[in-house]
């Protein structure tokens, strides 16, 4: 079965604070695609990382980082010194499925 | 923008109605994908098709359909509407199967 879990349903930080969200999934293909996306208040569903389950090399991006451990089946993501604007639902994906974690609600506040 | 387009944007029907909903792929994408976001199921996949055969299905009810046309567009029909199918339905496309998919922007049911 394919599952993915973010056991964190909801996170508040000040501004600048980091942040780390967690990804947690379950598969049995030995190929496999992670995915994480943010939806904002406004509501669309923005892309924002894919990692092939073959290539374990961390990630960073700008203020974003992304730490991908197959031995844990983890995929979190951390955002540092977040601001106001990080604020929206990120939701981690597990691909050869179409399974979408259950979302983790950021409130980033001033 | 990611480039994919749905219309409407919202759609407030009664139950018992039929409503269709449409999406423009990205340029060069082959293929759509639909879900539906409600409150309490999450993000449910319902269908991929590519190139204009129906590749994959997830929990999509009998009462609602999809094609993909000649022109790669897609529609997802849904029927017999319920007060449970009122959520945001999203279409997403990507060049092949296991690319990335990109959102639309989603269009938002009220079923009343």
């Known amino acids: 079965a394919q599952k993915v879990t973010q056991a964190q349903t909801e996170i508040s930080v000040v501004e600048k604070e980091d942040v780390t969200l967690d990804c947690v999934y379950e598969t049995r293909d030995t190929t496999y695609y992670l995915f994480w996306y943010k939806q904002p208040p406004s509501g669309e569903l923005v892309f924002l990382i894919r990692?092939?389950?073959?290539?374990?090399q961390n990630e960073i991006s700008g203020r974003y980082s992304w730490n991908f451990q197959k031995s844990t089946s983890s995929f979190n993501f951390t955002i540092t010194a977040s601001q106001v604007v990080d604020s929206a639902v990120y939701f981690c994906a597990l691909r050869l499925s179409f399974v979408f974690g259950p979302g983790t609600r950021l409130s980033v506040l001033p | 923008d990611s480039g994919v387009t749905q219309t409407p944007k919202h759609l407030i029907t009664a139950t018992g109605q039929r409503v269709t909903l449409r999406c423009s792929p990205r340029?060069?994408?082959?293929?759509v994908y639909w879900y539906q976001q409600s409150l309490d199921q999450g993000l449910q996949f319902l269908i991929q098709y590519y190139n204009g055969e129906e590749r994959a299905k997830g929990n999509i009810l009998e009462r609602f359909s999809a094609q993909q046309f000649p022109d790669l567009h897609s529609e997802l029909n849904l029927s017999s509407l319920e007060l449970g199918d009122s959520a945001l339905y999203f279409c997403a496309s990507s060049v092949q199967g296991v690319d990335t998919q990109y959102f639309g922007p989603g269009t938002r049911l009220t079923v009343l």
């Open positions: 340029s060069g994408d082959l293929s």
């Open positions: 990692r092939n389950s073959f290539d374990e």
